[in-house]
T-cell receptor, first 112, second 113 residues
């Protein structure tokens, strides 16, 4: 079964720092990988979706990379802001799967 | 506004009292699914539906039922809730099945005493 691990579990940084969140998965036979943001009391918001044939995706200050062979993805957040404080989840879809396999998330706090 | 809605958002109930959590999407998505989120366990899929009248079990279906009579609605039914079903529940939908970008509802926090 696909295992998805996110490190660190929690992270606190001062405003303005560039930061990297890590996601690793055990089975490299994935169809795609998604990064989500979860705010307290709210649902998940999709940030970036990377297909297995892609190496990276960018949206604004966010850049996600995918290295399928090594089972890793990173989410890079440039010039972090307090509004970026949230829990970030990565989820992978295995080939022929019908469900996303989620990591447990990284809780990010950006302090002013 | 394109969205997935869930009702109720919060529910406290007692063991054995049947309940239904509704989920509705206004994006004409064919694929819908239910997840539960528990501390230390992350999100796990309960059931999913590829289209009207097509449903299948996810990773943790025990104690739950679903139905998909209309494209926009995908209710989650707990026939006899138990305390181990206390959790945060999310409904999600996608236009291209599980392969595409998933849109999540705001969540329903259920407590079974």
């Amino acid at each position: 079964k696909q295992e998805v691990t996110q490190i660190p579990a929690a992270l606190s940084v001062p405003e303005g720092e560039n930061l990297v969140l890590n996601c690793s998965f055990t089975d490299s036979a994935i169809y795609n990988l998604q990064w989500f943001r979860q705010d307290p009391g709210k649902g998940l918001t999709s940030l970036l979706l990377i297909q297995s044939s892609q190496r990276e995706q960018t949206s604004g200050r966010l850049n996600a990379s995918l290295d399928k062979s090594s089972g890793r993805s990173t989410l890079y957040i440039a010039a972090s802001q307090p509004g970026d404080s949230a829990t970030y989840l990565c989820a992978v879809l295995v080939d022929s799967g019908y469900a996303l396999n989620f990591g447990k998330g990284t809780s990010l706090l950006v302090t002013p | 506004e394109a969205q997935v809605t869930q009702n109720p958002r919060y529910l406290i109930t007692v063991t054995g009292k049947k309940l239904t959590v509704t989920c509705s999407q206004n994006m004409n998505h064919e694929y819908m699914s239910w997840y539960r989120q528990d501390p230390g366990l992350g999100l796990r899929q309960i059931y999913y539906s590829m289209n009207v009248e097509v449903t299948d079990k996810g990773d943790v279906p025990e104690g739950y039922k679903v139905s998909r009579k209309e494209k926009r609605n995908f209710p989650l039914i707990l026939e006899s809730p138990s305390p181990n079903q206390t959790s945060l529940y999310f409904c999600a939908s996608s236009v291209t099945g599980v392969l595409g970008e998933q849109y999540f509802g705001p969540g329903t926090r259920l407590t079974v005493t």
